[in-house]
């Protein structure tokens, strides 16, 4: 079986109907939030748009397990899946998304499962102090490993023994980041 994955940036979509599984990235948005015990953060996310155009069901499992940001866990940064409320263009923040942050932050994992033709929408964030210790960090795109640009970015290796073929292209500063995050696989 051969299926063919895509990734975009928002606005330059190239069309793959009925040839595998399309990422849509979209631009960055940005919240302030306060934990449980009242310390202030940054939330930087994007949304991102999976259409599953192949005729099987396929499951995307993200995980951002401790560990993956080596070197930049210093500076407080996490990166977290988001739920699609999260995503949907002109939503408004409510007290109850901002509430329900932190259990991510401390959990960071998601799966989708998508039928053949179906599309999830949600979000990818990164969450670090507010002020930042010396940088933010946002993410940038979602995608399939063999096709995320990696020119120019320091390469984070995930946590050992876990599979993934997904990765997410982030920025700090005037470096670039590229983890691994996850899996997407036929069947659920």
């Known amino acids: 079986m051969l299926v063919l994955f895509s990734c975009s940036p928002r606005g330059s979509e190239i069309p793959l109907l009925n040839s595998g599984v399309q990422f849509s990235n979209d631009i960055n948005r940005g919240v302030s939030f306060e934990n449980p015990e009242g310390e ?22 993200l995980y951002f397990p401790k560990g ?16 699609r409320q999260w995503a949907v263009n002109g939503v408004d923040i409510t ?12 959990q960071p994992t998601m799966s989708l499962t998508l039928d053949p033709g179906e599309e999830a929408l949600f979000g990818l964030g990164a969450v670090y102090p507010k002020p930042a210790v010396s940088r933010g960090l946002l993410p940038k795109t979602l995608g399939f490993e063999t096709q995320t640009d990696t020119s120019g970015c320091l390469l984070l290796r995930g946590a050992d023994g876990v599979a993934s073929n997904l990765s997410l292209r982030l920025k700090t500063g005037d470096q670039c980041l590229v983890i691994p995050c996850g899996s997407l696989r036929a069947g659920n």
């Open 40 to 61: 202030s953060f940054n939330l930087r996310y994007i949304p991102v748009r999976v259409q599953n155009d192949t005729t099987i069901s396929i499951t995307i499992d």
């Open 68 to 83: 993956y940001l080596s070197g930049f866990e210093d500076e407080g940064f996490r990166v977290i899946p988001l739920e």
């Open 95 to 106: 007290k109850a998304m901002i509430a329900e942050l932190w259990p991510t932050v401390l």
